[in-house]
């Protein structure tokens, strides 16, 4: 059976991410508060009851805003690292059925596994994830510096690859952000770059993945337009026009069946 993936919404705003198989949804991230995260599930014709899980990738608001509240009025299972469990306790944002796990393990949600592995990033403890169904893998990375070996070992051949594309370096550099941010945002925990993410799909991409939706693009720093060229020009070079290419903004992303 495949995978519908269903992106709720991504960027500092909110993250939140659908994958359902049959009749079981697992939700990575709730970014977004109850309300509105009911209202984008709506949108995108997912009934909430069939969400089972939710799996926390780290403890930044725009990941886990609605974590507690929503996946407590479902009475949901959620996973996170003790890091990340610590940190939204301290929050008040952590859900009461919380399961912990190591970063680097493997477990069951929704019917799904999940691989967990570290990536490089500003909070306590952040994670990516390959998430699997049978023969359909979805590799996962929202928030990181850069592209570790790790990382790459880990989203090499996944059938979809939903990484970040967040910020033009030039842009980043000539805002009037505050120079601390700036610093921050390009340094070796913050966010990847549009350059940066379209170089690691050489060594990502192999003749088994079928998609590739880039996420958390910066409102103020990024483009749609400029990724969809940049990553279009990247698969050219690469003769994988084949590929299907979405671009996740604020709204939510029409689901993507794999
Ligand atoms: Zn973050
Ligand atoms: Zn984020």
Do not use: W
């Not at 984008?40 to 403890?59: D, Y």
């Not at 996962?140 to 033009?168: K, M, P």
């Amino acid at each position: 059976m495949g995978v519908g993936i269903s992106i709720l919404g991504s960027g500092s705003s909110g993250n939140s991410i659908v994958l359902h198989s049959g009749n079981e949804a697992l939700m990575i991230d709730a970014g977004f508060s109850r309300a509105e995260t009911l209202r984008r599930l709506s949108c995108l014709g997912i009934s909430p009851s069939i969400v089972k899980a939710l799996v926390l990738s780290h403890e930044h608001g725009d990941h886990c805003k609605g974590a507690r509240v929503f996946a407590d009025s479902l009475d949901m299972q959620a996973f996170a690292t003790s890091q990340t469990a610590k940190e939204l306790m301290r929050k008040n944002l952590l859900p009461g059925r919380i399961s912990l796990f190591e970063a680097g393990s493997d477990f069951e949600a929704a019917g799904f596994r999940v691989r967990t592995f570290q990536v490089p990033h500003d909070a306590t403890e952040t994670v990516g994830f390959v998430v699997s169904s049978g023969e359909v893998s979805i590799g996962i990375a929202t928030d990181l510096g850069y592209v570790t070996a790790l990382c790459e070992q880990r989203l090499r051949g996944c059938s979809a690859i939903i990484i970040e594309a967040n910020h033009d370096v030039r842009m980043q550099m000539n805002s009037d952000r505050n120079p601390n941010l700036i610093r921050r945002v390009l340094g070796r925990n913050g966010h990847l770059s549009n350059d940066s993410a379209a170089e690691a799909l050489e060594r990502i991409l192999t003749e088994r993945t079928k998609v590739l939706i880039l996420v958390h693009l910066s409102r103020d720093c990024n483009d749609y337009e400029i990724v969809e060229k940049t990553m279009r020009r990247k698969l050219a070079d690469m003769k994988r026009e084949d590929i299907l290419l979405e671009i996740a903004t604020d709204a939510p992303l029409p689901t993507v069946h794999i």
